[in-house]
């Protein structure tokens, strides 16, 4: 028996193709498309999913309720990109004990983090497994 694997997520927006380029500007996928309508953007070996919804309003309404974790190589470089489109951030970009984590804001609302963990915390999360 297969185990479930978590392999992408569905964003829903009233505005696809302004949330895939605000995306693709600010956290460069590894491979962006589109098939069947969806605008898929691959993550290592996750995809998001990016659709066309007329059941959404244009703003999430409880952003918190769902944060997109990024784990990047140059927290300060995404964040310079976001910075560049006015992101907001409810969590600005912070070193906490060598790692650095901030909380943005994308285009429809959504919570968006990344995290660029030092190679101390990758460690210690290693011998915890």
Request: glycine content about 6%.
């Amino acid at each position: 028996m297969s185990l479930p694997n978590l392999d992408s997520m569905l964003l829903a927006t009233t505005d696809p193709d302004r949330l895939r380029d605000w995306y693709v500007a600010v956290l460069e996928p590894q491979e962006h498309s589109e098939m069947d309508g969806y605008r898929v953007l691959r993550f290592g070996a996750f995809h998001l999913l990016i659709d066309r919804r007329q059941d959404v309003g244009p703003k999430a309404g409880d952003p918190a309720r769902m944060i997109l974790n990024f784990d990047v190589e140059d927290a300060r470089a995404v964040a310079a990109r976001m910075d560049e489109r006015d992101t907001p951030w409810p969590a600005p970009l912070e070193d906490r004990e060598g790692s650095l984590f901030g909380t943005a804001i994308d285009p429809d609302g959504n919570y968006v983090q990344i995290i660029q963990l030092s190679e101390k915390h990758r460690a210690e999360m290693k011998s915890t497994e």
